[in-house]
Nanobody, 119 residues
Framework: QVQLVESGGGLVQAGGSLRLSCAASGGTLSNYVMAWFRQAPGKEREFVATINWGGGSTNYADSVKGRFTISRDTAKNSVYLQMNSLKPEDTAVYYC????????????WGQGTQVTVSS
């Protein structure tokens, strides 16, 4: 089992930056893929970015590519999402999630952190 706790959300002006953190515990993290998802009011939850804990490979949604960077700090058991050039459409609750590498289901989720981008 993996426990995830997000932090770092807040209110930021369009064009600004925020850095989200996800503290992970439990499990053998090298066997997991970590991800960020987001959900805006009235919309489906959408994929933002992933990172393999073991190898560090990443993937991004087209909507955030070039603006967001996912990273990990193995010493701190933490995953980060650096968000630059924020747009109002980035406003959402952001969730940290984890899945076992050989699965496609994100079975572990954090509580979410609100990101609001004003125009």
């Amino acid at each position: 089992q993996v426990q995830l706790v997000e932090s770092g959300g807040g209110l930021v002006q369009a064009g600004g930056s925020l850095r989200l953190s996800c503290a992970a515990s439990g499990g053998t993290l090298s066997n997991y893929v970590m991800a960020w998802f987001r959900q805006a009011p009235g919309k489906e939850r959408e994929f933002v970015a992933t990172i393999n804990w073991g190898g560090g490979s990443t993937n991004y949604a087209d909507s955030v590519k070039g603006r967001f960077t996912i990273s990990r700090d193995t010493a701190k058991n933490s995953v980060y999402l650096q968000m630059n050039s924020l747009k109002p459409e980035d406003t959402a609750v952001y969730y940290c999630a984890a899945r076992i590498v050989i699965t496609r289901t994100y079975a572990y989720w954090g509580q979410g952190t609100q990101v609001t981008v004003s125009s």
